[in-house]
């Protein structure tokens, strides 16, 4: 039988493999009526915290900003919109505008054979207008971009405000577009205690590097080693399932857990890798970006390249004061059986009881409609009938 009590700074991992379960077996339930989150794989692990971060209705925001031409206007850059000012957004993530500079100065080729001067830019990261054929009703993007500029490369880069991620399962729903030279990433960062000191980072990436061929995508757990030494390689270049190139919306997932990186692509198994798999608390990162260097490449003058997301989620546990969770897991949730992106459902425990009626509201027959994107009707139902889910823009009472 598996305890699934929350200890700090560990991830409980099942040893049996997951039996599968069609979606929609589960009612859709909030997180406030969840104890713990597991997550489908070859083994099941749980998890405390969930996340969601959705930027596919966001129109109010959209605006793509025209490259800004000065090395300092972009770090000085203020955000694109005021989505990345707001609680939902900066409570959690901050945008960053450091440069390489000091690492150029360097001049140490083990550390950084970068070329090319580069600032990560505010500017670079913002809301876009989803322009794609068949949206169904998606109306908006997420964009990191960077662009090379006559004498430097302005990049955009999001860290996660905590540092305590300790075990998580990161998930996006992206794709890359955009000129040879430029590399895209997901990614769980522990900086070394000196720049110096790389042997010493951890971190796990998923990475797309558009110099590659367009159906390749790295997974690395760092520092890693080319294979032909006497060490194993913690890199691999694996193509993406079913032909698909990484130009292709995707839905791709990266779970770090006691041990070992594991990624998937389309929920299809694409890489494991325990050598190097990073251990202690870290932060979570994505970038877009170009230095010149090896590993990116060099684009060419004036052209660009774009991580675009929908979306971001995320299960975890955390070592921050105040996030780490102790006590029974009663409610188990699963983000991975759900009917409904970012909204769990429970799949062990007590649902919460329905909430009473307020004096006055309409009732919704059996059969009407109850919920769904622009609705305005009676969201309660009849005695002896609950509302339940059928898609985004339709709930029924039944």
């Not at 900086?191 to 590659?212: K, W």
């Amino acid at each position: 039988m598996i305890d699934r009590t929350l200890r700090p700074l560990a991830l409980l991992v099942a040893a049996a493999s997951l039996v599968a379960v069609a979606r929609g077996a589960y009612p859709l339930t909030t997180d406030s009526n969840c104890h713990c989150y597991k997550t489908n794989a070859t083994s099941a692990n749980y998890f405390a915290h969930h996340n969601f971060f959705d930027f596919r209705s966001l129109a109010q925001y959209a605006r793509v900003p025209k490259p800004l031409d000065s090395f300092e206007a972009n770090a000085a850059a203020p955000p694109v919109a005021a989505f990345f000012t707001s609680a939902q957004w900066a409570g959690a993530w901050d945008i960053q505008n450091w440069n390489n500079t000091a690492q150029l100065a360097m001049n140490k080729s083990d550390i950084s054979d970068a070329t090319v001067k580069m600032v990560n830019s505010p500017n670079n990261i913002y809301i876009e207008r989803n322009t794609d054929p068949g949206n169904n009703g998606q109306s908006t993007w997420m964009t990191m971009r960077t662009v090379r500029h006559s004498t430097f490369q302005s990049s955009s880069e999001i860290e996660s405000h905590s540092t305590g991620y300790q075990f998580v399962s990161i998930r996006m729903y992206a794709r890359t577009k955009g000129a040879k030279g430029a590399v895209t990433a997901m990614f769980t960062y522990r900086p070394p205690p000196t720049p110096t000191n790389i042997s010493l980072v951890q971190e796990a990436d998923l990475e797309i590097r558009t110099q590659d061929p367009p159906v390749y995508v790295q997974y690395t757990n760092q520092p890693s080693w080319n294979s032909t030494s006497d060490i194993p390689d913690a890199t691999r270049n694996v193509s993406l399932p079913g032909g698909r190139r990484w130009s292709d919306w995707a839905y791709y997932r990266m779970d770090w857990t006691p041990g070992s990186s594991t990624w998937y692509v389309n929920g299809q198994l694409a890489s494991t890798i325990s050598f190097q798999a990073p251990r202690d608390p870290a932060q979570v990162m994505f970038n877009s970006w170009s230095d010149g260097g090896s590993w990116s490449g060099h684009m060419p003058l004036n052209s660009e390249a774009y991580l675009q997301m929908q979306w971001i989620e995320m299960v975890y546990n955390n070592t921050d004061p105040g996030a780490v969770k102790t006590g029974k897991c009663i409610n188990v949730c699963s983000i991975d059986e759900t009917t409904k992106i970012g909204q769990p459902v429970l799949i062990t425990g007590v649902p919460p009881p329905p909430a009473p009626a307020q004096p006055g509201a309409c009732a919704a027959a059996r059969y009407a409609q109850c919920a769904g994107k622009n609705w305005n009707g009676c969201s309660t139902c009849a005695a002896g009938t609950t509302c339940k889910f059928q898609n985004d823009y339709y709930s029924q009472c039944l």
